[in-house]
């Protein structure tokens, strides 16, 4: 007997769908198998297809707060303007942002997320009051001030310290990029890093504008910078990498470093495409993630998946599909060291009951289905960490009225 069985469903197994059960025990999967399997909680998946859960690579999860709020202007224009109104968020307000994202995410087949942030302690508890998992950092900048500098990485080293290895929840040290930290100040975030043994994960190579900056202050690109100081190794996790050379393409395949790939973010900012196919033809471990919800403005695997797919084909690089699956879920868990994102015995259960809808007909090959016509609202149910979270499209532990009248009146006051 089980603990919870997932029945009869088509399981994205090894690349591929094919019918089986799910046998569960505590929160991980025991049994693959087409014989029946008894549980103590059944879910009926025939006629579903069961997909590893969804792992945002990076996110700023309260930005949905912000979401519609600076449109239609290039990064560093966006900057400014959501600069000056973060400066306005506390606590409270990125408690509930974080609410609401996590409620997002969740519906639809996220299981797990990496944050970087202002009051991270706030999004660690939206974390465990609704069941998702994730990777969190505090997002540092000095800006050249050392003092500021100091202060930074002692919030940053608190947060580890109080957060890490608590239910679902991982840390990392996120400096938010080169232009806004100094030389000085990376380097001791790295040296912390070597001694602590903590993943990292930053923003490199975003936008032209950024490259041009970084070799105006350092004579270097930012990865070219990041290589510099001993930043780049396989516990390193770059977002963005819109502008990156050939040589730094082998540089980052070299040190095991993975990117965190944003592709809507990167369109609505106008920064570039990235060259996800040399990357993956040079072994580099992509995931997909959204980027906050102002720049995106969505929280949805699925979006983001089909346009990755398509922005590689409008460059005449054509990848197979079931490869964006693995970039969506199974490579963000690889990047962020958890044994998840694949439905194996030994993993964790973190999974995603995904129904077939007319949208998807006349079911030619799931897979592209999957990557081409899912919208999102097809997620049924949602288990992380071997509990299910997500119960026939209503989560089990929020109160999402609740949630939404708290961000509505929490922006009122920005």
């Keep these: 007997m089980f603990d919870l069985v997932i029945k009869e469903g088509l399981c994205f197994v090894d690349g591929r769908f094919v019918r089986c059960n799910i046998g569960i025990n505590a929160n991980k999967i025991v049994s693959l198998s087409k014989d029946e399997l008894k549980g103590e909680e059944q879910i009926n998946a025939r006629g579903c297809l069961v997909l590893p859960g969804f792992f945002n690579a990076h996110t700023h999860s309260a930005m949905t707060l912000l979401r519609g709020y600076a449109e239609a202007m290039p990064l560093n224009d966006w900057l ?3 600069w000056k109104i973060e400066a306005k968020l506390d ?6 942002g974080a609410m609401l994202a996590c409620v997002e995410m969740l519906k639809h087949g996220y299981t797990c997320f990496a944050d970087m942030y202002i009051h991270m302690d706030s999004v660690a508890r939206a974390v465990q009051e609704t069941g998702i998992r994730a990777v969190l950092g505090y997002g540092m ?3 050249g001030n050392p003092e500021r500098g100091e202060e930074e990485l002692r919030i940053a080293i608190k947060f580890i310290e109080d957060w890490e290895g608590k239910e679902r929840i991982r840390t990392m040290i996120t400096p938010h990029a080169v232009y806004t930290c100094s030389a000085d100040f990376l380097k001791k975030v790295n040296e912390f ?3 602590r043994e903590v993943l990292k994960h930053i923003h490199a190579s975003e936008s032209l504008w950024e ?3 970084s070799k105006k202050r350092f004579g270097k690109t930012p990865v070219a910078f990041l290589d510099s100081i001993g930043f780049l190794d396989n516990e390193t996790i770059l977002a963005h990498c819109v502008w990156l050379s050939d040589v730094e393409i082998r540089l980052i395949a070299e040190k095991g470093v993975s990117v965190a790939h944003c592709p809507s ?3 609505k900012l106008s920064s570039g495409i990235a060259k996800i196919a040399e990357m993956k033809d040079h072994g580099i471990n992509v995931a997909i993630g959204t980027d906050g919800a102002a720049s995106n403005n969505l929280l949805n695997p699925f979006a983001e998946m089909r346009i990755a797919a398509l922005l590689q084909q409008l460059r005449r690089k054509f990848i197979p599909p079931q490869e964006f699956i693995r970039m969506a879920g ?3 868990y690889r990047a962020y060291k958890i044994e998840g994102g694949r439905i194996e015995v030994g993993k964790i259960a973190d999974l995603v009951i995904l129904e077939m809808k007319s949208n998807h007909a006349p079911f030619y090959d ?3 289905s999957v990557i081409f016509a899912t919208l999102g609202c097809e997620v049924r149910d949602v288990i992380v960490d071997g509990r299910i979270v997500v119960e026939d499209r209503q989560t089990i532990f929020v109160d999402e009225d609740e949630v939404l009248d708290k961000v509505l009146s929490t922006v009122k006051t920005l």
């Design 80 to 82: 400014e303007k959501v």
């Design 91 to 96: 606590g409270r307000s990125i408690y509930w």
């Design 141 to 143: 900048a000095d800006r």
């Design 193 to 195: 890093t070597k001694r």
């Design 211 to 213: 490259v041009k900056e």
């Design 265 to 267: 973010s990167n369109l």
């Design 330 to 332: 199974e490579n963000g």
């Design 366 to 368: 799931f897979v592209n």
